[in-house]
């Protein structure tokens, strides 16, 4: 863990400041000891268990249904995945893959990162990849694909509108063997819960490529290669909040009181932070599975960390907001998990008036009170001619 340094004028000197082992995990409470915020960084490059893969296998599947025809998005997918191209780890082995009602790849099995593959890739799916393949049928391709019993890295890009969502959920809950990146393309509309699910249940990651925020995707696609470069052998990813004292708590307060509510997965080098109105809690442990043996991390408060004011009460208060309008509830089943929201949406406005952090449920007006006599500068009163300009006369011929 190599130190920052970071360069600060004072009196027009440059001071250099340097920052050793900035990434030590570390927690911050208010002073009331209510509330808290977490954050790891796991670092394990160094573990042979957990070294990075060094030919990592990628299949790139691209929805073709013919939802994709709405709004253009089978052309901001084929963008997406060009620019994947371009970024994959030079050491890969890949393939690719358009499916709707059926799938089709372009070679029989995956093959090395070379000029002549990329070429073929590209070329590929600027001509086959078209909005008209039927309905969304992963599950028929994910059931083909587990047959061959190998474990790959997916890179799925979709709108998440899909036949049979739930068999699809079911089945991976309990049959996955690979990661399966999902990447929602497009807009808002998109079905992203089940896109999410897909990521949470295959320990792998979601992201969202806006169309307007096209300028962004060049940095996510970098971030995407580097993890799926890392181990899939991470499970059972927790944090637990040790609250040895359950006196005196209030029951006013969030009963859904941490966020994020799942940690799906871990990456190297990847800061993971939690929030959680805690009563007396001055430690936390952020535990996980790889490979069969247990892996902790124990963070503990000293009385210097323990700060004072809202501000740790209002960036709790907006995680957990976040994390209920955009986050995952429960995997399993998209109802059940609107469901969950519905229930919390009292106590979502509540904790939204309380903190004043905007919801989709609140809104709030800033009003200015000034005073009367307040000079607020100069005013100088102008008076300009009104020019008139008369119409020419037409003859009409």
């Known amino acids: 863990m190599?130190?920052?340094?970071?360069?600060?004028?004072?009196?027009?000197?440059?001071?250099?400041?340097?920052?050793?082992?900035?990434?030590?995990?570390?927690?911050?409470?208010?002073?009331?000891?209510?509330?808290?915020?977490?954050?790891?960084?796991?670092?394990?490059g160094n573990d042979d268990r957990l070294a990075k893969q060094e030919k990592p296998v990628i299949n790139f599947i691209l929805d073709c249904s013919n939802s994709l025809s709405e709004n253009n998005l089978i052309r901001l997918s084929k963008k997406l995945f060009l620019l994947m191209l371009n970024y994959m780890p030079k050491d890969c082995i890949f393939n690719v893959t358009i499916f709707g009602t059926d799938y089709h790849s372009l070679f029989p099995f995956p093959l090395a990162n070379t000029s002549q593959t990329v070429k073929q890739a590209t070329q590929f799916i600027l001509d086959q990849a078209a909005a008209n393949k039927g309905n969304t049928d992963l599950l028929n391709f994910i059931q083909k694909e587990d047959t061959l019993n190998r474990s790959l890295n997916?890179?799925?890009?979709?709108?998440?509108?899909?036949?049979?969502?739930?068999?699809?959920i079911a089945y991976l809950a309990e049959h996955s063997k690979s990661r399966i990146f999902t990447c929602s393309i497009g807009n808002l509309t998109n079905?992203?819960?089940?896109?999410?699910?897909?990521?949470?249940?295959?320990?792998?990651?979601?992201?969202?490529?806006d169309e307007k925020n096209q300028s962004k995707w060049r940095e996510k696609i970098e971030d995407l290669m580097d993890k799926i470069e890392q181990p899939a052998a991470l499970s059972d990813i927790r944090i637990e909040w040790q609250n040895f004292d359950q006196t005196n708590i209030d029951q006013d307060t969030f009963d859904y009181n941490y966020a994020p509510k799942q940690i799906n997965c871990l990456f190297n080098g990847r800061r993971v932070l939690a929030y959680g109105f805690m009563p007396n809690c001055q430690q936390a442990l952020l535990r996980a599975s790889i490979n069969g043996y247990e892996f902790e991390t124990v963070v503990t408060c000293p009385e210097l960390m323990i700060t004072k004011g809202d501000l740790i009460h209002k960036l709790t208060a907006k995680a957990l907001i976040d994390d209920w309008q955009h986050g995952i509830l429960c995997s399993d089943d998209k109802i059940q998990n609107d469901l969950l929201k519905q229930k919390l949406k009292d106590k979502i406005i509540k904790l939204s008036q309380k903190f004043s952090i905007v919801s989709d449920y609140t809104s709030f007006i800033a009003i200015e009170d000034r005073d009367p006599n307040e000079w607020t500068g100069e005013q100088i009163e102008m008076t300009r001619p009104l020019i008139y300009f008369p119409t020419w006369p037409t003859n009409n011929v």
């Open 154 to 168: 997916y890179v799925l890009i979709s709108d998440g509108h899909m036949t049979r969502p739930n068999e699809l």
């Open 2 to 44: 190599g130190p920052g340094n970071i360069i600060i004028k004072i009196n027009d000197h440059p001071v250099l400041f340097t920052c050793f082992y900035q990434n030590l995990p570390n927690i911050k409470l208010k002073s009331t000891i209510k509330t808290k915020i977490v954050s790891f960084y796991p670092e394990f």
């Open 191 to 209: 079905n992203n819960h089940l896109l999410k699910s897909i990521a949470n249940l295959t320990k792998s990651h979601f992201n969202f490529y």
